[in-house]
């Protein structure tokens, strides 16, 4: 039995990510009340019915907050019951969802009694505040289109038959902010630049030339060895405290070169651990 508890800030894509899980299986209820959730899952997951053994409801602001307040602690109760409790937060940056907004001419649900597009965001960060402190998940939307998303979903959280930690190992530039969904960020800035390479610059660190550029670089085999060292021995901590997921962010100025050749070295070196490993390079499209 497995509930997916989807939440996180209006226009950060919930809705996307719902119907992708309805597509891959679940079954889906949208903006249940947060208060009913234990009764929720007691006539469904409970029942015995194989029609509800994967469900995935979405919780928004638009709740009492003593409710939210209350979800994490449901969930353990759940948990206890032997329920696979997830609860996946989405969010994106303030920026984002504003051009989103404008863009779709829809009303922030929080909007009224004269408050602002901004102020409606603030409020609902304030209000989802206990339930993103406590995600197993959070996927940060800002830089990611639909189709993304969609597929984010289907190897992020839709997991099959796979146990064990989920490592997302991401690529970003910091001329561009820090991911949101990141546990650890790591600064790729310190290596050879390739950039500064004429033959190299159009090119990314998916591309043999800058493989080999970075390759051949002591420094940049030296910070790869280093960093998978700290991983590995850090991994199995977080698998102890019962984490499902793990987010490392790897920088660089543009997001391009050096993060790009990080990332891959990182994560060829965990599938040949057996890790399952999902990679992301949020500047490359």
Known sequence: MRLIILSGLSGSGKSVALHMLEDLGYYCVDNLPAGLLQNFARETLLSGDPSYQRVAVGIDARNRLEDINSVPHTVEKLR???????????????????????ETHRPHPLAGEGRSLQDAINKEQELLGSIAEQADVVLDTTRTSVHELRELVRARIHRGARQGLSLLIQSFGFRHGLPGD????????GLPNPYWEPGLRALTGKDAEVRDYLGKSAVAQSFIRDLAGFLEHWIPR?????RQYLTISVGCTGGYHRSVFVVESLAARFRELGRDVLVRHNELK
């Open 80 to 102: 206890k019951q032997h329920i696979e409790c997830e609860i996946v937060f989405l969010r994106a940056e303030d920026g984002a969802l504003v051009k989103r907004y404008n």
């Open 182 to 189: 990141s546990d650890f960020v790591f600064d790729a800035r």
């Open 238 to 242: 977080f698998e102890n405290s019962n």
